[in-house]
């Protein structure tokens, strides 16, 4: 019986699509087909965004809000098969069109690519979260329950029952763990050798939890993050990974990987946050050296030390911030955190705008194309002469008459595409300047409480006493 899961796709629909449509992984594409849409990535997504912006409130590919993830565009499901079930490619491939079909509805926008690259067979599915007739599709704990019991309804139909150690809880990692236990490695670092290649590529920690899921990895968000790598048979919760792989351990190393590298700390005693930081980091820099704080290392590949702190890197890294940006007190940075939210949004709503104006233009230039496809054709169709007056009827609405006019509304096309992706580029640089004044703001707000120091001993005194019983019980 396959296990099934989701991941809600808040933007980069295209770039999913064409993952899962690699021709290495589907059989040069033999695996693949889709509902209501082409089997293609680009037409695929223009199609989805069609339907999603006819009744959703928003832009397909409006750029995200400055806190959260925005609203839903695609839902991606992946439908694992368990190796021992020995189900042949075309077989799996055939039971997730059926279960899509049964899921969903006739009018669900759906790609599906069955993968065959793995020892494990599994299919990816993604469908619009609009149906061609508006119904609305939601990824939930409840609504993942009835999926996932669709799934094994249609698997029972094919005559495929439930494996002892795939439904439920439970997982095959028979194999799994023998090549683990073969090659001499564990399933942690695993983990941890994933999350350390993803950090230099990611921007955001919910876009390397996405990127994991991508994967094969599953994650679960709640009090702690918690991973389980495909085959392994239970979630680890990534704190247990080491101490820079907790959550405000991996967001330091996201937000701060590339700030201030290399750059002299210029004293500014006129500065409050620069006063308040200085003396704050000598302490940290002493208890780092005497290793008397739990040792969080910012770079994995290098030994611990004062230098390769990540406490000490963290606020360093927002001095710098602070130095180059020269803020100079806590009610300045506040105030720059309210005006870079009003600045986002009103160029968010700008580059909808932008879209909007963009989408109407490649409206108009499907109707060109249109025209002068059927313009050569000889004998048309009643439904092809209707479709050739509606483009001609267009074209000399919006003033297109000649070439030169084609050309020039092409050019102004490409050229407002080129506009849209350096704005969107310009919110994400917009957006990471949020996050880290957001983060310096916290800080500060932590080392003025004046217990910092004392809250760093006695982190480090529970995690002494951790590694004490854990000593005890092997005992």
């Given at each position: 019986?396959?296990?099934?899961?989701?991941?809600?796709?808040?933007?980069?629909?295209?770039?999913?699509?064409?993952?899962?449509?690699?021709?290495?992984?589907?059989?040069?594409?033999?695996?693949?087909?889709?509902?209501?849409?082409?089997?293609?990535?680009?037409?695929?997504?223009?199609?989805?965004?069609?339907?999603?912006?006819?009744?959703?409130?928003?832009?397909?590919?409006?750029?995200?809000?400055?806190?959260?993830?925005?609203?839903?565009?695609?839902?991606?499901?992946?439908?694992?098969?368990?190796?021992?079930?020995?189900?042949?490619?075309?077989?799996?491939?055939?039971?997730?069109?059926?279960?899509?079909?049964?899921?969903?509805?006739?009018?669900?926008?759906?790609?599906?690519?069955?993968?065959?690259?793995?020892?494990?067979?599994?299919?990816?599915?993604?469908?619009?979260?609009?149906?061609?007739?508006?119904?609305?599709?939601?990824?939930?704990?409840?609504?993942?329950?009835?999926?996932?019991?669709?799934?094994?309804?249609?698997?029972?139909?094919?005559?495929?029952?439930?494996?002892?150690?795939?439904?439920?809880?439970?997982?095959?990692?028979?194999?799994?763990?023998?090549?683990?236990?073969?090659?001499?490695?564990?399933?942690?670092?695993?983990?941890?050798?994933?999350?350390?290649?993803?950090?230099?590529?990611?921007?955001?920690?919910?876009?390397?939890?996405?990127?994991?899921?991508?994967?094969?990895?599953?994650?679960?968000?709640?009090?702690?993050?918690?991973?389980?790598?495909?085959?392994?048979?239970?979630?680890?919760?990534?704190?247990?990974?080491?101490?820079?792989?907790?959550?405000?351990?991996?967001?330091?190393?996201?937000?701060?990987?590339?700030?201030?590298?290399?750059?002299?700390?210029?004293?500014?005693?006129?500065?409050?946050?620069?006063?308040?930081?200085?003396?704050?980091?000598?302490?940290?820099?002493?208890?780092a050296e005497q290793q008397r704080k739990v040792p969080r290392k910012q770079n994995i590949s290098l030994p611990y030390s004062a230098d390769n702190d990540?406490?000490?890197?963290?606020?360093?890294?927002?001095?710098?911030?602070?130095?180059?940006?020269?803020?100079?007190?806590?009610?300045?940075?506040?105030?720059?955190?309210k005006h870079i939210k009003k600045e986002y949004e009103k160029q968010r709503i700008e580059v909808n705008r932008l879209i909007d104006e963009h989408t109407?233009?490649?409206?108009?230039?499907?109707?060109?194309?249109?025209?002068?496809?059927?313009?050569?054709?000889?004998?048309?169709?009643?439904?092809?002469?209707?479709?050739?007056?509606?483009?001609?009827?267009?074209?000399?609405?919006?003033?297109?008459?000649?070439?030169?006019?084609?050309?020039?509304?092409?050019?102004?096309?490409?050229?407002?595409?080129?506009?849209?992706?350096?704005?969107?580029?310009?919110?994400?640089?917009?957006?990471?300047?949020?996050?880290?004044?957001?983060?310096?703001?916290?800080?500060?707000?932590?080392?003025?409480?004046?217990?910092?120091?004392?809250?760093?001993?006695?982190?480090?005194?529970?995690?002494?006493?951790?590694?004490?019983?854990?000593?005890?019980?092997?005992?």
């Amino acid at each position: 019986m396959p296990y099934v899961k989701h991941i809600c796709l808040h933007s980069n629909v295209q770039k999913s699509l064409e993952y899962i449509l690699n021709p290495d992984k589907t059989e040069e594409l033999l695996y693949t087909t889709s509902l209501n849409c082409t089997t293609n990535a680009a037409d695929a997504y223009l199609q989805m965004k069609a339907v999603y912006e006819q009744f959703a409130d928003d832009k397909f590919n409006s750029p995200p809000p400055i806190t959260g993830n925005g609203t839903v565009k695609a839902i991606h499901y992946i439908q694992s098969f368990d190796p021992k079930s020995n189900i042949t490619p075309e077989l799996a491939h055939k039971i997730t069109k059926a279960f899509v079909r049964k899921t969903f509805g006739d009018d669900v926008q759906a790609v599906i690519a069955t993968h065959v690259d793995r020892r494990h067979i599994h299919s990816h599915i993604i469908i619009n979260s609009y149906s061609l007739s508006g119904q609305k599709y939601y990824a939930n704990k409840d609504s993942l329950k009835h999926v996932r019991e669709y799934s094994d309804g249609v698997c029972r139909a094919f005559g495929i029952e439930p494996s002892p150690n795939f439904k439920g809880t439970g997982r095959n990692i028979e194999y799994n763990e023998w090549e683990h236990k073969k090659n001499g490695n564990s399933w942690k670092q695993q983990i941890r050798d994933e999350i350390n290649k993803l950090i230099p590529e990611v921007n955001s920690l919910d876009e390397l939890l996405l990127v994991l899921e991508e994967r094969g990895y599953e994650v679960k968000r709640g009090k702690y993050i918690s991973i389980r790598a495909p085959g392994q048979e239970r979630f680890v919760r990534t704190k247990t990974l080491g101490e820079e792989y907790t959550e405000d351990s991996l967001n330091i190393r996201i937000i701060y990987r590339e700030v201030g590298a290399g750059t002299a700390l210029t004293e500014d005693k006129n500065s409050q946050l620069w006063a308040a930081y200085s003396s704050i980091i000598g302490d940290v820099h002493i208890l780092a050296e005497q290793q008397r704080k739990v040792p969080r290392k910012q770079n994995i590949s290098l030994p611990y030390s004062a230098d390769n702190d990540l406490d000490v890197y963290r606020l360093s890294a927002q001095l710098n911030v602070i130095n180059k940006h020269h803020i100079v007190s806590i009610s300045e940075l506040e105030s720059r955190i309210k005006h870079i939210k009003k600045e986002y949004e009103k160029q968010r709503i700008e580059v909808n705008r932008l879209i909007d104006e963009h989408t109407q233009m490649s409206s108009l230039l499907e109707q060109i194309r249109t025209f002068h496809e059927l313009s050569k054709k000889g004998e048309l169709s009643a439904s092809e002469e209707l479709k050739l007056t509606i483009a001609k009827q267009t074209m000399q609405q919006n003033g297109i008459l000649t070439i030169a006019d084609e050309i020039r509304l092409r050019d102004r096309s490409e050229n407002m595409d080129k506009r849209i992706a350096a704005l969107k580029e310009k919110l994400e640089n917009c957006k990471m300047t949020y996050d880290v004044y957001v983060d310096i703001a916290s800080t500060y707000r932590e080392i003025s409480a004046e217990d910092y120091i004392a809250k760093l001993e006695e982190e480090e005194r529970q995690r002494r006493e951790r590694e004490a019983k854990k000593h005890r019980k092997k005992l």
